[in-house]
């Protein structure tokens, strides 16, 4: 069986920055075991399935090399992407069905934007163990989910973070965190954030730009700093730009999340 795949830089200006990401597009689902294998054979933070609904939606899954994770924001954005320039993707937005329910992808242009659901934080208890595995305290240490978010008072903080990864994943390991995201505001951007999520048994350790994660760091800049467009930096070593604004209908918040995407690869795997 040929599986068409396509390689891209999501939230990158230009090739070689961004989060890089595999998409395969598939005629009906595979067993997840062989899902597992492409993802860990691929070997990028994610690689996104989708199959195509006959309402013209499409069900996404994600896959890291180690396990599935409920949501994916670059990897959401490069499906998005190689719809609208491979598939033939007429009409907007492009709609999918996932493990986090609906999510949406508009074009404008050049940029893409996803429309995401948006999510609260609650206070978490900072150890000594936790200062340590980042490299520096945080003024507050905060839990949304999967992760914890530690909160700087200066860029320059987040910029310098030296993490322990092998500590990072002894906290981790017995629970359902799979990573660490420090962040603060910034000078040039409303606020600038890293992700740091290694996997056992893997080489991956920071990752280069986290759509998922600004589900959060949406609505918390934007109450923070009073405001509901936010220009937003993941100061990773490739770095990743992401354009942001915290809608809120009827009491119901979403995150709208956009950046730019590269093409890198096409072709097909066989399995």
Known sequence: MKIPIYQVDAFARKQFAGNPAAVCVLESWLDDKTLQAIAAENNLAETAFFTTNSDGSYQLRWFTPSFEIPLCGHATLAAGFVLFQYRGHTGT?????????????????????????????????????????????????LRSGINYYA?????????????????????MRGTDIIGFVPTAKAKDYDFVSRYFAPEEGTAITEDPVTGSTHSVLVPLWAERLGKKKLHAYQASERGGELFCELHETKGIKRAMIGGYVQPYLQGFIEV
């Open 93 to 141: 937005p492009v709609r999918f069905h996932s493990k986090s329910g609906e999510l949406f992808v508009h074009r404008d242009g050049e940029l893409l934007m996803m429309d995401f659901p948006a999510y609260d934080t609650e206070p978490s208890v900072l150890t000594d163990a936790v200062i340590e595995a980042l490299g520096g305290r945080p003024r507050e240490f």
């Open 151 to 171: 909160i700087y008072d200066r860029e320059d903080e987040v910029r310098s973070l030296k993490p322990d990864y092998a500590l990072i994943l002894d906290i």
